[in-house]
């Protein structure tokens, strides 16, 4: 039977003790796991590595990643193979304008039999979660997730139930058609930690993709190299991570200027700058360091803080974009100096 429970991680991730900082040889085996991590999904995905390292550092971050691309460049395959390289529990969850908020939360159900009413989990009960087309589902069933990615916890009839641990959505949507869509508001934008692209593949990844299903998908071939509790260590490894005053100052700078852009309607809020000191943690991790550097913030600047900006009429007839301005804000911050 489904309890509430509470858990120290990672709801209380951002009011984290200090702790001390991670050592050479914990750097040595986070990379190591995330390396063998990274290799496995690339048996299925060609020539998308970085990618596959903003999802794998979204993860880390115990955040949220929202794929958006046209159909058929591997948004769905891509979700699928890092769920079996994490040897996590998957479920999928394919939205359609009908689909219900208890589809996906669970409901309670009376039993004849005791008298009483017992709760049936929904697919949302995973530590992976891919929803498909988030836009095709109704505004009133985009918010049933709300709760699920912010708190990582379902209340259903007033009962609370805690989410397993770690909990990680992927949702994929189609930004070119919209016929019977609904836009995502921007409340739920803000809920997603990154958002990436796929594109389409160079013309020998094309090649390579075909040779590599010429005999069957190569997405049955995907082992687990992780668990579930290994991912857990890794995400609390990500919270060890040195950022230093300068750059919490460089982080808040640069979001605080998005609010200020003539171009923006409404900028990035403090979940985005809590967002990219989390991701920034996380790639520093990735890539063999217990510290962070400013090339690290300016990296990741773009995926986690674009998607949160509304940008004026004026300035979407003048053909900008918000990728646009979050890269002319890097490059009028100052780089504070690390010693």
């Known amino acids: 039977m489904w309890q509430t429970y509470v858990d120290d991680f990672p709801i209380s991730a951002l009011v984290m003790r200090m702790s001390k900082p991670l050592s050479e040889s914990e750097c040595k085996l986070a990379v190591e796991r995330i390396q063998r991590f990274i290799n496995e999904v690339e048996k299925v995905i060609v020539g998308k590595r970085r990618t596959i390292k903003l999802i794998t550092a979204t993860l880390l971050s115990c955040g949220h990643t929202l794929i958006e691309d046209i159909p058929g460049v591997g948004k769905t395959t891509l979700a699928k193979a890092m769920a079996r390289a994490s040897g996590c529990e998957f479920k999928r969850i394919q939205c359609t304008p009908d689909l219900l908020p208890s589809d996906i939360t669970g409901t309670s159900v009376y039993n004849q039999k005791t008298g009483d009413f017992s709760f049936r989990p929904g697919p949302i009960f995973a530590h992976f979660v891919l929803v498909d087309e988030i836009n095709r589902a109704t505004p009133r069933t985009q918010a049933s997730l709300l709760e699920c990615m912010e708190e990582f916890q379902v209340t259903v009839d007033g009962v609370t139930y805690s989410l397993p641990r770690p909990f990680f959505l992927i949702a994929t949507e189609n930004p070119i058609e919209q016929r019977g869509t609904y836009p995502l508001p921007e409340s739920q934008k803000d809920r997603f930690l990154t958002r990436v692209h796929m594109g389409y593949p160079e013309h020998e990844e094309e090649v390579d993709v075909l040779k590599r299903q010429e005999h069957g998908h190569p997405i049955e071939n995907v082992e687990a190299v992780l668990s579930p509790e290994e991912i857990v260590e890794l995400q609390k490894f990500t919270l060890r991570v040195h950022v230093a005053d300068a750059l919490r100052e460089y982080i808040v700078t640069i979001v605080e200027m998005t609010r200020r852009h003539q171009e923006a309607l409404l900028g990035a809020s403090p979940r985005g700058s809590i967002g990219l000191m989390r991701m920034s943690q996380a790639w520093a991790l990735m890539h063999g360091r217990n510290y962070v550097l400013p090339d690290d913030i300016k990296e990741l600047a773009v995926p986690v803080l ?21 890269e002319s804000v890097i490059h009028s911050v100052p780089v504070p100096i690390i010693r």
Do not use: V
Request: no cysteine.
């Open 306 to 326: 674009s998607h949160r900006l509304i940008l004026h009429h004026s300035a979407t007839l003048k053909g900008i974009t918000q990728t646009q301005i979050i």
